[in-house]
């Protein structure tokens, strides 16, 4: 129901709740870092100047070409995963949710074209971690929970894309930083449809890596 909706907070109350984010974002965006007052804002900028300022592996390449294709794919889940992913979530009326899902998995299948083989290792460049895997992981990670749970999202068709998040998962980068899948579930309870109970739509086993038991279980 509309009691357990999360508003987004207007500018000016962000202001007056939390200045000093708003001081490091002016816009209100998440995520947002103030680096001893050098702020930077917007996910795809913040995660270039970590990757320049900070010291530890790259997620870029320095071949010219592989660190065009990272940035290409990264831009490509900006513009065709993550925005579909959302008009599926907020979308009520099935015409509208079939034309969401239909453009999610086109871009989901796009990116899973770009991808190295899996012979060459687990990740968007075969054995290297990039730019790209950090960008598409959370939002696999809320498609295989989230989705699965309200949308019948069906994980199973991207084995590519499965066998990478498995690797993803394994990264102590990702598990000390990963939104418990359960408590995601919980938090967009709203977007269940009124007539369907939880027990039926969703059974929380097979959450890790969005694998789906042999049986269908989804």
Same mark, same amino acid.
Request: glycine share 6%; aromatic share 12%; with cysteine.
């Given at each position: 129901?509309?009691?357990?909706?999360?508003? #987004?907070?207007? #500018?000016?109350? #962000?202001?007056?709740?939390?200045?000093?984010?708003?001081?490091?974002?002016?816009?209100?965006?998440?995520?947002?870092?103030?680096?001893?007052?050098?702020?930077?804002?917007?996910?795809?900028?913040?995660?270039?100047?970590?990757? /320049?300022?900070?010291?530890?592996?790259?997620?870029?390449?320095?071949?010219?070409?592989?660190?065009?294709?990272?940035?290409?794919?990264?831009?490509?889940?900006?513009?065709?995963?993550?925005?579909?992913?959302?008009?599926?979530?907020?979308?009520?009326?099935? /015409?509208?949710?079939?034309?969401?899902?239909?453009?999610?998995?086109?871009?989901?299948?796009?990116?899973?074209?770009?991808?190295?083989?899996?012979?060459?290792?687990?990740?968007? #460049?075969?054995?290297?971690?990039?730019?790209?895997?950090?960008?598409?992981?959370?939002?696999?990670?809320?498609?295989?929970?989230?989705?699965?749970?309200?949308?019948?999202?069906?994980?199973?068709?991207?084995?590519?894309?499965?066998?990478?998040?498995?690797?993803?998962?394994?990264?102590?980068?990702?598990?000390?930083?990963?939104?418990?899948? /359960?408590?995601?579930?919980? /938090?967009?309870?709203?977007?269940?449809?009124?007539?369907?109970?939880?027990?039926?739509?969703?059974?929380?086993?097979?959450?890790?890596?969005?694998?789906?038991?042999?049986?269908?279980?989804?």
């Amino acid at each position: 129901g509309d009691e357990h909706r999360r508003w #987004l907070l207007p #500018l000016e109350e #962000l202001q007056r709740r939390y200045p000093e984010f708003v001081a490091c974002s002016p816009r209100g965006q998440i995520p947002a870092l103030d680096n001893a007052g050098e702020n930077v804002y917007d996910a795809s900028i913040l995660l270039e100047y970590i990757h /320049e300022v900070f010291i530890g592996p790259p997620i870029l390449p320095t071949a010219p070409y592989e660190r065009a294709k990272v940035r290409l794919w990264s831009k490509h889940v900006d513009l065709y995963i993550a925005p579909n992913y959302d008009r599926l979530l907020a979308a009520h009326d099935p /015409e509208t949710r079939a034309l969401a899902r239909e453009d999610l998995l086109r871009g989901l299948r796009d990116f899973e074209a770009a991808m190295a083989p899996l012979a060459e290792g687990p990740f968007f #460049l075969g054995d290297d971690f990039s730019l790209a895997d950090v960008v598409l992981a959370p939002w696999w990670q809320r498609m295989c929970s989230i989705l699965r749970a309200y949308r019948k999202f069906d994980p199973s068709s991207f084995s590519r894309l499965q066998a990478w998040f498995e690797a993803v998962e394994a990264r102590p980068s990702f598990s000390k930083t990963a939104v418990d899948c /359960e408590k995601l579930i919980e /938090e967009h309870s709203y977007c269940a449809d009124p007539d369907v109970k939880e027990g039926t739509m969703f059974r929380r086993s097979g959450l890790k890596s969005g694998r789906t038991r042999a049986n269908g279980d989804s």
